[in-house]
């Protein structure tokens, strides 16, 4: 208790006097930056919807882009939208089993994040993470190769849906707990003030984790030490099949760190998502965590066990994608600014469509993994042991 009670000392004094942590020098950026777009002569100046702030003062809404960028986050974010309709379909055929978790509706999270970030910043999420990993540079062949529990997954076809991992680009994975990737996360951070790198950990959970005691426990110690930790509640409002304002007696997320300062931000836009996060990741560098509510809505229900219409109608699911689609936001700015017209769009997403089709295909085609990768990981050195199959007749299996 002494060690927490001292703050900031208390991380010195975990650190050998070596590596202590010192500020980085971040030059003249002031928090209110905005992530600029590579330069074009075609860039254009976009009003998002309101940011909401806790204890901050929420940055500009007028956020820089141009035609590149737009057509990527377009491009990206149909890529993802026909990744969980595929996958969604392949469940329902049985080539692939387990759990699934679809993310469709929500795709300006990942999007959006991803303009602000690079790949050194950590990256850890919950069990819906197909979109996660494919905007951390994640292929379609190797998603689906882990849903098919193929060798050419990204876990190696051990993992499945709720288990996509890409270390190189410092996604640490869906984790498959309901919360139990807030403290991972920040560890994580801890791990970057510790190495003062410069870097930040986004820590994603949904709002029906925002009530576990865990995410609490992180962010007094995050607090404590000021540890770059950018806590992200994506809020699509229902926690399984309760709706937030019916489990939670306060249902503003980014309020709920109390002494740690938040943010609101609509989260089916993703130039708001990507002003919102350039933001949090210079006050988490400068100040410590943060937290960030994503305002978004998915189309699945909860798990493919869920039809998703019976805590909500199907009005009410129809009005969303009418009114806040985030793949159609990005093309109406695309059209309106003269970027591309529809026709060419629709050509897009057709392409794309077979891009996903020819990798389920190349997925399909992967080889299993060795029985043996059943009891790899085990043990460090093995145990110099047998173990008996249950068919008699089976080689004993080497431990």
């Known amino acids: 208790m002494a060690l927490l009670a001292s703050g900031r000392r208390g991380l010195g004094r975990l650190l050998p006097q070596a590596v202590q942590p ?4 971040l030059g003249q950026r002031s928090l209110s930056a905005e992530p600029a777009p590579s330069e074009s002569d075609d860039s254009i100046t976009v009003t998002v919807n309101p940011y909401k702030g806790h204890r901050l003062e929420p940055p500009s809404r007028d956020v820089q882009t141009n035609k590149k960028e737009l057509l990527d986050m377009f491009e990206t974010m149909v890529r993802m939208r026909r990744t ?4 969604d379909l392949l ?3 049985k080539l692939a089993r387990g759990f699934l978790h679809l993310a469709d509706g929500q795709e ?3 999007v959006g994040i991803e ?4 790949f050194k910043d950590s990256m850890i999420q919950s069990y819906r993470d197909h979109c996660t990993y494919l905007g951390r540079g994640g292929t379609v062949k190797e998603l689906f190769a882990e849903l098919l529990g193929k060798k050419d997954g990204c876990a190696r076809g051990l993992g499945g849906s709720m288990h996509m991992y890409k270390r190189e680009h410092n996604f640490f994975g869906g984790i498959g707990i309901v919360g139990e990737q807030c403290p991972l996360g920040a560890g994580l951070a801890f791990a970057h003030k510790y190495r003062n790198d410069g870097h930040v950990a986004m820590t994603l959970y949904g709002d029906g984790a925002a009530n576990q005691g865990q995410l609490y426990e992180a962010f007094n110690m995050a607090a404590i030490w000021e540890l770059p930790c950018i806590f992200v509640c994506e809020n699509n409002h229902y926690g399984m099949g309760t709706a937030d304002r019916r489990g939670s007696k306060s249902a503003a997320f980014y309020t709920r760190g109390d002494y740690v300062p938040g943010m609101w931000i609509d989260g089916m ?11 949090a990741k210079q006050w988490a560098l400068e100040k410590g965590p943060i937290v960030l509510e994503m305002d978004t809505y998915r189309y699945h229900g909860h798990s493919i066990s869920d039809p998703g219409s019976t805590y909500r109608t199907r009005d009410e ?3 969303i994608r009418r009114a806040r689609d985030p793949i159609e936001h990005i093309k109406t700015l695309l059209t309106e600014h003269k970027f591309a017209d529809g026709s060419e ?3 897009r997403e057709k392409q794309i469509k077979r891009e996903v089709e020819a990798e389920i295909e190349a997925a399909k085609k992967s080889e299993f993994p060795p029985i043996e990768d059943l009891w790899n990981n085990i043990y460090v050195d093995g145990l110099g042991a047998k173990l008996r199959p249950i068919e008699i007749s089976k080689p004993k299996i080497q431990l």
Not at 22 to 25: A, D, L
Not at 115 to 118: E, I, Q, V
């Open 84 to 87: 969980e309709i595929a996958a």
């Open 115 to 118: 303009a602000a970030l690079d």
């Open 108 to 110: 300006a999270v990942p």
């Open 91 to 93: 469940y329902k055929q």
């Open 269 to 279: 836009d993703c130039l708001a998502v990507k002003q919102g996060v350039a933001f």
């Open 22 to 25: 010192s500020v980085v020098q």
């Open 317 to 319: 699911i129809s009005g």
């Open 345 to 347: 769009l629709k050509k």
